[in-house]
């Protein structure tokens, strides 16, 4: 639920869904309507271009922290320096890559669509 609970809740409700691609298409892409059906693709391949760069990865702070781990307090650590790994912020060094992959979507479903329409 992205609009019922408190703004925490929330966040943390958006953050497990698109956490990895498997949540996404578990928790989001499964509730579309079967009448659509090129809309899971591009939903999945949307969610590709943005965040399948391997250039920047982008673990979500929280969802992969073993409790038991103690190398946070480790002096050492990159992660004292490093500050929080946001997703959204590390893919600004790959922007026009990006775009360029998200207009490849676009064009590739557009021409889908097209087909299926008889356009």
């Given amino acids: 639920h992205w609009r019922i609970g408190t703004t925490k809740m929330i966040a943390d409700?958006?953050?497990t869904h698109m956490h990895s691609?498997?949540?996404?298409?578990?928790?989001?892409?499964s509730r579309f309507c079967e009448q659509y059906k090129l809309l899971p693709y591009f939903a999945i391949a949307l969610y590709n271009a943005l965040f399948g760069n391997t250039n920047c990865p982008g673990?979500?702070?929280?969802?992969d922290n073993d409790?038991?781990?103690?190398?946070?307090d480790d002096e050492d650590s990159d992660k004292?320096?490093?500050?929080?790994n946001d997703p959204l912020i590390k893919?600004?060094?790959?922007v026009d890559e990006i775009v360029?992959?998200?207009?490849?979507v676009?064009?590739?479903?557009?021409?889908?669509?097209?087909?299926?329409?008889?356009?």
């Fill in 13 to 15: 409700a958006k953050r």
């Fill in 59 to 63: 673990a979500i702070p929280g969802l």
């Fill in 80 to 84: 004292s320096t490093d500050g929080p």
């Fill in 21 to 29: 691609g498997d949540n996404f298409q578990f928790s989001i892409v």
């Fill in 106 to 119: 676009l064009e590739k479903f557009k021409c889908k669509a097209q087909a299926a329409l008889k356009l």
């Fill in 100 to 104: 360029a992959n998200l207009e490849g």
């Fill in 91 to 94: 893919r600004c060094a790959y």
């Fill in 67 to 72: 409790e038991d781990d103690d190398s946070s």
